[in-house]
């Protein structure tokens, strides 16, 4: 086992965790799994979390203290914006051409069509929203006749607890300022910011910090040099023992999510996805374009060297770890030691770039909005003009940089989105049951995306050594 490459462990360990979930599901001890394997997966996200905050302090620090030129900073700070940005709209339109062209909301029966139709007017009318496409199902008397449906659905969407919490915290977001993203990234107590996780505010203080100091003459500073030199490499070699142990921790996360879905019934995964198949096929068709087609080719068409194997070789413990999670904040360590170690890429550039890229470069969250928005529309029977189809893409964009990098955090971006729109953000409980599985899938390809940036970056800034193992 030793000599057994690591992404192939971590594979080997995903794979176990689908099939012990699957029999321990079927004999009735998914409570023994929740209760004694799943727990294992807690305390290697928290391992990881734990990691993450001081590894980006001390990296982004020594990074800036290397750096012969601080004004270097600015333009790479530009290049790494302008990328997630660029990524970012060609998601959200990716999804938008997918979910147009297969209408995965279209394959329910006309009966139910008309009964969402109305349960959306109703709303509309009970809101004072105006109708997005002139249609009036509700006045129609051909129509009476499925009302009690229609408001028996409305009620429904509006009993449900989960929905509602995510409508309440999505209410608290869109009430702030336009300026509240940059108002949040400065801290007024730092260790507050270390305690909670949040990143920016970590980033924004590690380069306050960095740039001070090297405008310092180098003797006065050279003691917390040598400090933050031996702090960072004491965090790299955390990260070292921690996926030392990954195989078996990501048997334990997969394990405990897929006994977490079906219980002590193994046909309640397949049922879940049977209702909503078609829309979790475009959604992943959407992300599986970005992981396999869109990231390889951007990187390999810039970094000539780098060929679609190698990069995927590279960078795949990252993603696995980021499936079996469903965190790109959690998974930032990792990501972080798989660009520098395996891409050459150097640490000025990776400590610099995958902190925010972990922060607001969230693609496979934007497909996702893009996507279930459409097929929320096309379920209830909305027709949704180009105009209002680019509005998706602006918010949609514009929420990604606000989505917190953590599981599910899509989903309050999602309400924003809809809201958007003029369409009931109750609708999320439709595509709630299947929104795990999807958001692990969705992290994959958010690291995947800024691993992709880190390296295009690093090459262009010069900052990327990486050559070619030569096969025998």
Known sequence: MKNIPLHWKIIIGLVLGVIWALISSSLGLSSFTLDWIAPWGDIFINLLKLIAVPLVLFSIIQ????????????????????????TTVVAVSMGLLLVNVIKPGSFISEDQQITNRLSYELWASQNGIEILDNKDY?????????LGGAEAKLAEYASDETAQSKINAASNTKDQSPLQFVVDMVPSNIFISFNNSLMLQVIFFAIFFGVTMVSLPREKVQGVVNFVDGANEIFIKMVDFVMQGAPFFVFALLAGKISELAGDDVSRVATIFQALGWYSLVVVLGLAFMIF???????????KKLSYKNFFKAISPA???????????????????????????????????????ATVNMDGTSLYQAVAVIFLAQFHFVDLTLGQQLTIILTATMASIGSAAV???GLIM???????????????????????????????????GDAAVSSIVGYTEGKMNYEPVATK
């Open 63 to 86: 990074g800036i203290a290397s750096l012969s030129d601080t004004t270097s900073l600015g333009r790479m700070g530009l290049k790494t914006l302008g990328l997630y940005l660029m």
């Open 293 to 303: 087609v869109f990231y390889p080719l951007l990187i390999t068409s810039i970094v």
């Open 414 to 448: 999602l309400i924003i989105v809809l809201e958007s729109v003029g369409l009931n953000p109750a609708w999320i409980a439709i595509i709630f049951p299947v929104d795990r599985i999807l958001d692990m899938c969705r992290t994959v390809v958010n690291v995947t």
């Open 138 to 146: 509700l006045n129609n008397p051909d129509y009476q006749n499925y």
């Open 407 to 409: 599981p599910s955090a």
């Open 319 to 357: 993603q696995f770890l980021a499936f079996s999670s469903s965190s790109s904040a959690a998974t930032l360590p990792v990501t972080m030691e798989c660009v520098n170690d395996n891409l050459k890429v150097k640490e000025e550039i990776t400590s610099f770039v995958l902190p925010i890229g």
